[in-house]
């Protein structure tokens, strides 16, 4: 992995977990993902105009199939992350969520992409695989304490993650669809998905507008920002090495659930997310 795309992912990191962590105290539901991707989708338009008008871009049946692939399993993603944070800690639900994507994308990277990361780089996505287990703790043991249900929601966001990852790498390599447009057409796509269900539940949205507005404008700014960054690092660097890197966003995110809002097992989850630490310098070395 070149400086280059280690930075872009350590910058997308620290937005994305920023982003986690003004979601998770929002617990809003399908409204406030309605609001805040329709806010995003306003803010980010002058620039995916540009883009568009710029660029020589050919969009034809594939390119437009692919962008609304992934404003569907963005869609699934978001739904499935708020209900997580709904019933689970923002320092169980986000690793889980985002440890297990990027495992799943290297695998299909490997058998269907082609891709063949070093075995430096592999050894680095074990760290990360190890770290996200003692930052989870035992799943056993939360089965027997019943809290079994948010992990099932984690594991199913993970798995959406897999999908839009490996399907966003192809559109902006293979595609040559530009970042930022596919980013906002993924969110523009969300909203347009998401409306009906607004429009039945104005009370909702209402609601969630007036207790979490300033949540919302921050996640509408910092989730494009974030995936923006990644899609830039992958229009040049293998998938199998992007995923795993972009889980620093765990080490961020584990010290704000425990500083910010106060979960337990702290001093575990922070070795786990050393563990991390240790892998994703393997994944740039690799």
């Known amino acids: 992995m070149t400086l280059l795309a280690f930075l872009l992912v350590l910058a997308a990191a620290f937005a994305h977990a920023t982003w986690n962590f003004l979601s998770k105290k929002a617990c809003g539901g399908t409204a406030f993902i309605w609001i805040f991707g329709s806010i995003s989708s306003l803010l980010y338009f002058p620039a995916a105009l540009w883009v568009l008008t710029t660029h020589n871009l050919i969009l034809g049946l594939h390119e437009l199939m692919f962008m609304l692939g992934s404003a569907v399993l963005h869609c699934l993603y978001f739904i499935l992350l708020d ?5 689970g800690d923002l320092s169980v639900i986000y690793p889980l969520a985002r440890g297990t ?5 290297i695998l299909i990277a490997i058998v269907f992409l082609g891709e063949r990361p070093s075995q430096i780089a592999l050894a680095g996505a074990l760290m990360i695989g190890l770290g996200i287990v003692v930052i989870t703790g035992n799943p056993l043991a939360m089965k027997k304490r019943r809290d079994c249900k948010p992990i099932i929601f984690a594991l199913l966001c993970g798995t959406a993650i897999a999908g839009y990852t490996i399907t966003d790498k192809i559109a ?11 980013d906002w057409a993924g969110n523009f796509g969300r909203v347009l998905l998401l409306t009906p269900y607004a429009l039945k539940n104005k009370d909702k949205i209402r609601e969630q507008w ?5 949540n919302a404008l921050g996640v ?8 923006i960054l990644v899609l830039t690092a992958m229009t040049f660097t293998p998938v199998s090495y992007i995923a795993p890197a972009r889980e620093i966003s765990i080490l961020v995110g584990s010290v704000m659930g425990a500083k910010l809002l106060a979960e337990s097992n702290a001093k575990v989850r922070l070795a786990g997310a050393g563990a991390m630490l240790c892998g994703i310098v393997c994944l740039v070395l690799g």
Do not use: D, E, H, T
């Not at 994507?101 to 994308?105: E, F, R, T, V, Y």
């Open 172 to 182: 902006v390599s293979i595609f040559l669809i530009p970042p930022l447009l596919l």
């Open 210 to 214: 007036r207790g979490n507005r300033k």
């Open 220 to 227: 509408a700014i910092l989730s494009p920002l974030a995936y």
């Open 83 to 87: 209900k997580g944070y709904r019933i």
């Open 101 to 105: 994507g990027p495992l799943i994308s």
